[in-house]
């Protein structure tokens, strides 16, 4: 099993970013997809999750109507876009996969906004 993600990187404050995940080794289209961030001396929080047919997403407060979670269930992916980002939006971005009792998890990209 392995989720890759990729995309982050350094971006100043009303910027954009889009990160993807690319998932391999289970049946991608079962999983219930989310994004989880950590920033520095923070809890991991979940940003983003979208539902296995990518019918239902949920977010975060603080980033609803900036942030919008995909899924692609014929490449294996996911995605979050990241609109108008804030200081506060640094962080380590995981990308997880849940599916009752099996829960993947990517090993971070990390996202710095700053000027």
């Known amino acids: 099993v392995q989720l890759v993600e990729s995309g982050g990187g350094l971006v100043q404050p009303g910027g954009s970013l889009r990160l993807s995940c690319a998932a391999s080794?289970?049946?991608?289209?079962?999983?219930?997809m989310s994004w989880y961030r950590q920033a520095p001396g923070k809890e991991r929080e979940l940003v983003a999750r979208?539902?296995?047919?990518?019918?239902?997403?949920d977010y975060l407060d603080s980033v609803k109507g900036r942030f919008t979670v995909s899924k692609d269930n014929a490449k294996n992916t996911v995605s979050l876009q990241m609109n108008s980002l804030k200081p506060e939006d640094t962080a380590v971005y995981y990308c997880?996969?849940?599916?009752?009792?099996?829960?993947?998890w990517g090993q971070g990209t990390q996202d710095t906004v700053s000027s």
């Open positions: 997880n996969a849940l599916l009752g009792s099996l829960n993947y």
């Open positions: 080794g289970f049946t991608f289209s079962r999983y219930l």
């Open positions: 979208i539902s296995s047919a990518a019918g239902n997403t």
